[in-house]
């Protein structure tokens, strides 16, 4: 009995290590699916696998009840009546919701690898409302060009310094879209992880000891177990403050059946109120205008190299400044804060290009896991086909010697 159950332990231990190997080297083939090492299969995984998530869309959006939905909007739209205006309105703004909407959500989609554009675009405007509204000494900008540029109104306007939460309260709707759109942009990993559940698919488990992980794994697994153990809470603390980790969170709610409202109202509300207030708030103080010529003249007090950056940096400020007074040189192509739009262009151009790099990387390994899974459930159902075919072919066996004697005893 005893040299059964070590054998039967022994086996378990042998399969175990047999699982763990399969894991393993589906992970790693998985992590080699990226553009600079594996470019071909890279592109051919992520195209199939783009066609898939298109064809899943528009099977959604084909759903009667949506096209039910579009239609009765239509016909509210087009009939005349009291809510005409409030149609207008909204048709006035809904450019200007989408636009914010999208840049929230870009930001947070793709797995950490999303777009930044708070740096790229709602920093920059925030940072711009902030030095018009010291120098114009007023938020009443003209619009248009509001909110592509800033600059004053004309002569005669009542001149009142803003204060922070003046400026605040001007850009606020930008900054609360923009951090909706980042909670909506937090959904896919959700959702991903709650049908891979449901479904009985198991997600990857860290392989390593907790001893060899590396910093960044650690931070997944502290995210991870706030997350878990504090509930509402954790879900919205991590939510509030800047954290690329955040999809793993979202990961793991999805993986444990954490309730949809429970995982969205938390992130919705540490995304749109907290975190977005907190960046916008910390863009605002660091352009106010004394904090600007601190920085300015700390710069221009560092040894042998300061008096050449501080120079340039104080030429760049002053033409901003006559920019927003319509004072600018319109027909000189490179003026300081014509070369600061360039470099801002090209860094956009990096990273956007970055973005749809890491798109086609995770595009690509998101078809290889299903590939695998699907090659895991088909040896699966060979394997319990030939157990059962086993099984009956020992049951025919163990039948045939009674068949034969009851042959035997009707010849008798």
């Known amino acids: ?80 009546g009291p809510h005409a205006s409030y149609m207008q309105l909204c048709r006035k703004n809904m450019g200007f919701t989408v636009y914010w909407l999208g840049l929230g959500l870009l930001s947070s989609v793709g797995f950490g690898t999303g777009l930044h554009t708070f740096l790229l675009y709602l920093g920059p405007h925030i940072a711009g409302v902030t030095l018009a509204a010291y120098e114009c000494q007023t938020l009443d900008f003209p619009a248009p060009p509001y909110p592509e540029q800033k600059i004053c109104p004309k002569e005669p306007f009542i001149h009142k310094l803003p204060n922070t939460w003046e400026i605040l309260s001007k850009v606020r709707s930008e900054t609360m879209l923009w951090g909706v759109g980042t909670a909506l942009g937090e959904l896919p990993p959700y959702f991903m992880a709650r049908a891979a559940r449901l479904s009985g698919k198991n997600l990857d488990e860290m392989q390593a000891s907790a001893g060899n992980l590396n910093l960044f794994d650690k931070s997944k697994l502290l995210v991870e177990r706030v997350v878990l153990r504090i509930g509402f809470f954790g879900i919205l603390l991590c939510a509030s403050v800047p954290n690329p980790l955040f999809d793993l969170a979202g990961v793991a709610c999805g993986h444990f059946l954490v309730p949809f409202w429970k995982f969205f109202v938390a992130t919705l509300i540490g995304k749109a109120i907290f975190k977005s207030n907190i960046q916008q708030l910390i863009v605002i103080v660091a352009f106010s205008e004394d904090l600007v010529s601190v920085l300015i003249d700390a710069i221009g007090q560092v040894p042998l190299i300061g008096a050449k950056i501080e120079s340039p940096i104080q030429s760049l400020l002053n033409s901003t400044k006559q920019r927003m007074h319509r004072k600018a040189n319109s027909d000189d192509p490179f003026t300081g804060l014509s070369l600061v739009a360039h470099l801002f262009q090209l860094l956009a151009l990096v990273i956007v290009a970055y973005f749809v790099v890491s798109m086609l990387g995770g595009l690509a390994q998101r078809r290889c896991k299903r590939l695998q899974l699907q090659k895991r459930e088909k040896l699966a159902q060979e394997r319990q086909t030939d157990k059962a075919d086993n099984k009956n072919l020992a049951e025919t066996h163990k039948s045939s010697p009674k068949i034969q004697e009851s042959i035997q005893e009707f010849k008798d």
């Open 1 to 80: 009995m005893r040299n059964r159950m070590s054998f039967n332990a022994e086996a378990c231990t042998a399969t175990s290590l047999a699982v763990d190997a399969v894991c393993e080297a589906e992970r790693l083939e998985r992590k080699s699916l990226v553009l600079w090492r594996r470019p071909l299969k890279t592109l051919k995984y992520s195209i199939l696998e783009l066609l898939v998530m298109l064809r899943s869309l528009g099977v959604r959006l084909l759903d009667r009840r949506f096209l039910a939905s579009l239609l009765i909007l239509t016909i509210v739209y087009k009939m005349p």
